[in-house]
């Protein structure tokens, strides 16, 4: 016994005397403890005044330490308090700040009274009860059950970040991915991710396509004939990939070389079956590529065509107003109609100079004064002209002139009655309302 404390020694193997345990009034110093039962609060291995390990009431705690090299043999030089793995009844987890771990255990008292929520907000990484956790500043991985309320999912594997999940994998298998795809090889609802190509926002075209060449020095794309191409910003071909249809302009669609939508909308196609409805108010029907061609071409804009449904007739006109009720049509002054209508259109007034209300007319031509075409056949045949010349017949306002083969008039029949004939014969009809 010596000052106040009791020293045991023992001799080593070279008959050395050792002191090896010591009993003082600050505690049990010994190489070796060994007992059946021991009943402490706390025990740490301590390097100098710093604890390495602690094993207190709830769990172990590990410290970071730094090592230093000392004559070649490795010393604990430092712990860091605030870096620690502990185990304990929720689990095993590492914290790296924001803790010091000598003093402290999870308690739950800023999380809802949940420890194992406080674990997995402020542990880097934890293996608790509910999972796996990993976290990588605002970002976390979840490996075990959640319930995602946002999205209505039921989750294995979860993504974080800033608490908004961007990848879920459900308990069926099901991914739910808010965040962007990178992918080289694989299938997408059996497409095969090496045929077909995803492009995102870093490529001039947001596209999905197949047979679509690297641009070449112009800018311009080549594509094949057996291409697929869905590219909303458009692309530019150096060739046109539709059969007949304009080079260096912006496809939007491409489906091989017999269909194609350009960025302006125009449509190519190599032969089409609608059963619907076609509205369209400009453009035009058959070949227009070319000025030239469109001077030979219908202008939606100027000639349309109507089918109604009740009626069974099939129009084709340019300046014809409907007017309802009565089912009736009007022409304005000064406008050239071309009215096609084999069921016939009538009006409450005359359409064609010397016709009459209520006529059905199959074909309407000529400028409109007064509302009245100067040429029109009614759906019964009969012709209607103010003037012009039926074989060797004038037609004048004054009234009929006929005249053979050399230009010389054989008969007039005028508005004021007179008649002169040398040989012909007039046959029942109306010519500019003659009978």
């Given at each position: 016994?010596?000052?106040?404390?009791?020293?045991?020694?023992?001799q080593?193997?070279?008959?050395?005397?050792?002191?090896?345990?010591?009993?003082?009034?600050?505690?049990?110093?010994?190489?070796?403890?060994?007992?059946?039962?021991?009943?402490?609060?706390?025990?740490?291995?301590?390097?100098?005044?710093?604890?390495?390990?602690r094993?207190?009431?709830?769990?172990?705690?590990?410290?970071?330490?730094?090592?230093?090299?000392?004559?070649?043999?490795?010393v604990?030089?430092?712990?860091?308090?605030?870096?620690?793995?502990?185990?304990?009844?929720?689990?095993?987890?590492?914290?790296?700040?924001?803790?010091?771990?000598?003093?402290?255990?999870?308690?739950?008292?800023?999380?809802?009274?949940?420890?194992?929520?406080?674990i997995?907000?402020?542990?880097?990484?934890?293996?608790?009860?509910?999972?796996?956790?990993?976290?990588?500043?605002?970002?976390?991985?979840?490996?075990?059950?959640?319930?995602?309320?946002?999205?209505?999912?039921?989750?294995?594997?979860?993504?974080f970040?800033?608490?908004?999940?961007?990848?879920?994998?459900?308990?069926?298998?099901?991914?739910?991915?808010?965040?962007?795809?990178?992918?080289?090889?694989?299938?997408?609802?059996?497409?095969?991710?090496?045929?077909?190509?995803?492009?995102?926002?870093?490529?001039?075209?947001?596209?999905?396509?197949?047979?679509?060449?690297?641009?070449?020095?112009?800018?311009?794309?080549?594509?094949?004939?057996?291409?697929?191409?869905?590219?909303?910003?458009?692309?530019?071909?150096?060739?046109?990939?539709?059969?007949g249809?304009?080079?260096?302009?912006?496809?939007?669609?491409?489906?091989?070389?017999?269909?194609?939508?350009?960025?302006?909308?125009?449509?190519?196609?190599?032969?089409?079956?609608?059963?619907?409805?076609?509205?369209?108010?400009?453009?035009?029907?058959?070949?227009?590529?070319?000025?030239?061609?469109?001077?030979?071409?219908?202008?939606?804009?100027?000639i349309?065509?109507?089918?109604?449904?009740?009626?069974?007739?099939?129009?084709?006109?340019?300046?014809?107003?409907?007017?309802?009720?009565?089912?009736?049509?009007s022409?304005?002054?000064?406008?050239?109609?071309?009215?096609?209508?084999?069921?016939?259109?009538?009006?409450?007034?005359?359409?064609?100079?010397?016709?009459?209300?209520?006529?059905?007319?199959?074909?309407?031509?000529?400028?409109?004064v007064?509302?009245?075409?100067?040429f029109?056949?009614?759906?019964?045949?009969?012709?209607?002209?103010?003037?012009?010349?039926?074989?060797?017949?004038?037609?004048?306002?004054?009234?009929?002139?006929?005249?053979?083969?050399?230009?010389?008039?054989?008969?007039?029949?005028?508005?004021?009655?007179?008649?002169?004939?040398?040989?012909?014969?007039?046959?029942?009809?109306?010519?500019?309302?003659?009978?």
């Amino acid at each position: 016994m010596i000052g106040g404390a009791i020293l045991l020694s023992k001799q080593d193997k070279n008959g050395q005397t050792k002191w090896t345990t010591g009993l003082t009034s600050d505690g049990i110093a010994a190489d070796l403890i060994t007992a059946g039962i021991l009943n402490v609060g706390e025990i740490s291995i301590m390097n100098h005044n710093d604890p390495v390990f602690r094993w207190d009431s709830f769990g172990i705690s590990a410290f970071d330490a730094e090592w230093a090299d000392v004559q070649g043999t490795p010393v604990i030089s430092s712990i860091n308090p605030n870096r620690f793995v502990r185990f304990d009844k929720f689990g095993i987890y590492g914290i790296d700040g924001g803790r010091n771990g000598i003093n402290w255990y999870p308690t739950g008292k800023d999380y809802h009274g949940n420890p194992m929520e406080e674990i997995n907000n402020v542990a880097t990484f934890s293996l608790t009860w509910d999972g796996l956790h990993v976290k990588h500043g605002d970002a976390r991985v979840h490996i075990g059950l959640r319930k995602d309320n946002n999205k209505n999912v039921e989750s294995l594997i979860s993504i974080f970040k800033d608490n908004e999940s961007t990848f879920l994998v459900g308990k069926d298998g099901d991914v739910t991915i808010s965040g962007t795809v990178t992918a080289k090889e694989g299938y997408i609802a059996g497409f095969s991710i090496g045929s077909i190509q995803l492009e995102g926002a870093n490529n001039s075209c947001q596209s999905l396509y197949y047979g679509l060449a690297d641009n070449n020095s112009n800018g311009l794309y080549e594509i094949d004939d057996d291409s697929f191409i869905l590219c909303p910003s458009g692309i530019y071909a150096s060739d046109s990939p539709i059969s007949g249809g304009p080079t260096k302009i912006s496809w939007k669609i491409v489906a091989g070389n017999n269909f194609g939508v350009t960025s302006d909308g125009a449509l190519y196609a190599t032969a089409a079956k609608i059963s619907g409805n076609i509205t369209a108010t400009s453009g035009y029907i058959g070949p227009a590529d070319s000025d030239e061609q469109k001077k030979n071409a219908f202008s939606i804009e100027e000639i349309t065509m109507t089918k109604n449904d009740t009626k069974k007739y099939l129009a084709l006109h340019r300046h014809l107003n409907y007017n309802s009720p009565g089912d009736y049509y009007s022409l304005r002054d000064g406008e050239y109609p071309v009215v096609l209508c084999p069921y016939g259109v009538k009006s409450d007034s005359a359409l064609v100079e010397n016709g009459s209300s209520d006529d059905r007319w199959v074909l309407l031509l000529g400028k409109v004064v007064s509302g009245m075409v100067p040429f029109g056949i009614r759906e019964d045949g009969a012709l209607y002209a103010s003037k012009g010349r039926l074989g060797a017949t004038d037609l004048n306002p004054n009234g009929l002139v006929g005249k053979d083969d050399n230009g010389n008039t054989v008969f007039e029949v005028m508005y004021d009655g007179s008649k002169t004939a040398d040989g012909g014969v007039l046959t029942a009809g109306q010519i500019n309302a003659l009978t």
